[in-house]
């Protein structure tokens, strides 16, 4: 059926049974169509990552301590924790990049943030790859699983800015999943998503308190820095906000088209947010240690 026929006959209001009205409009596939449904199903992913850092925080966190112990000095237990912290994300957001990157690039339909002509175009009936659909669940049940974490003393504990972002987040994959816009939310993320590497490296050095370490970190959250602007500030207007509320409005019934372009102005005003502070660190004037871990300080011991 043609767009427009969907966008008429499609509910002008957003709920459950308007998700479930535009479906008939998909695709016939195997697995079936996409739906919040699918998240639901898939929740011990996230309770299997919840317990794989609790046991991970068991085994791994006290051979960090000792390593870091061993450089001599005062050697805070936060700052252990803050440099497991990273490392464990750092392992996350690489795989999850690198799989993103070869979605965007090789079956996201040619949707990619310097051609965004069709992210939209076509909707609803935009085929939906296995690995599309596993990457949009992987992450969706990462962020809860950081939430579920942060509430239960399991993992980094995220600051009331991070929950705004991570509910935000959630909210913006599970409606690109459920309205069949994966397309979209995926190069989004790519995007935003490759500069989270190098802040988590340079983070999880900043912790470990090693001399030899100072000038590399600063190097990394540099190019950190550089990644930043480009991806989640320069080119967000032009890849991520201008088709959002000019194609949206288009191509997807009003208030559903609403509903993303909100929750897209919290996350992308998110991003100018968290810039200033990029520019007061580099500028030294901010000296968060993006935890509110209370900070315990031990002796170490040499070992000979």
Known sequence: PAVLNVKDSVSTVLTMES?????????????????????????????LLTVVRFIADKTLLPLIRKLLYRSGGEVSAAKAEQCWDNIY?????????????????????????????????????HPLHEAQRWYMILMFQFYLH???????????????????????????????????LSRFGIMWQTLFDSSNPLLHCAKAMNAASLPCLDTPKWAIFALFALAFFVCRVAVAPFSIIWPGMTRSLEVL?????????????????????????????????????????????????KTQ
């Open 89 to 125: 994300i750092v392992i996350w957001s690489l795989g999850t990049e690198v799989m993103a990157v070869y979605v965007t690039l090789h079956l996201n339909g040619g949707c990619t943030p310097w051609s965004t002509g069709t992210c939209l175009s076509g909707w609803p009936n």
């Open 253 to 301: 019934p009003a208030s559903w088209a609403y509903f993303l372009i909100a929750l897209m102005f919290i996350v992308c005003g998110m991003q100018w947010l968290w810039f200033y502070r990029i520019i007061k660190l580099l500028q030294g004037k901010d000296n968060e240690e993006g935890t509110n871990k209370p900070v315990k300080t031990v002796k170490s011991t």
């Open 19 to 47: 998700l479930q009205h535009y479906q008939q409009y998909l695709p016939a596939w195997p697995q079936g169509a996409p739906t919040h449904i699918h998240m639901v199903q898939t929740v011990w992913v996230a309770v």
């Open 146 to 180: 950081e939430m579920l974490g942060s509430f239960s003393g399991t993992g980094m504990h995220l600051k009331p800015d991070m929950q705004i972002h991570h509910i935000a987040t959630m909210g913006l994959i599970l409606s690109a999943y459920s309205m069949n």
